[in-house]
Nanobody
Framework: QVQLVESGGGLVQAGGSLRLSCAAS????????MGWFRQAPGKERELVAG????????YYTDSVKGRFTISRDNAKNTVYLQMNSLKPEDTAVYYC????????????????WGQGTQVTVSS
């Protein structure tokens, strides 16, 4: 079992930065690939970034490449999403999720989910 708790969301102006954290409980955290998803009102949940269990493989959706960075610290059971140059279209609830394979875009392939954290970017 893995429990995930996100933090770090908030309100920021366009061009600003936020760093999301996802703290995991459970001894098996390091064996899971992790993903950050987001869901805006009326839209499907989409994979924003993913990272392999060892941190050597990362994935980014095209709209965030060069602006977002995913990382993980397995010693701290935490995965991060550094978000720079934020845009109003980045506004969404952001979720972290644990799964077996990195960069899988289907939410149904992820086993564990956090409760989500709201990110709002004002123009």
């Amino acid at each position: 079992q893995v429990q995930l708790v996100e933090s770090g969301g908030g309100l920021v102006q366009a061009g600003g930065s936020l760093r999301l954290s996802c703290a995991a409980s459970g001894r098996t955290f390091s064996s899971y690939a992790m993903g950050w998803f987001r869901q805006a009102p009326g839209k499907e949940r989409e994979l924003v970034a993913g990272i392999s269990w060892g941190g050597t493989i990362t994935y980014y959706t095209d709209s965030v490449k060069g602006r977002f960075t995913i990382s993980r610290d397995n010693a701290k059971n935490t995965v991060y999403l550094q978000m720079n140059s934020l845009k109003p279209e980045d506004t969404a609830v952001y979720y972290c999720a644990a799964g077996r394979t990195v960069a899988v875009r289907s939410p149904s392939e992820y086993t564990y989910w956090g409760q989500g954290t709201q990110v709002t970017v004002s123009s």
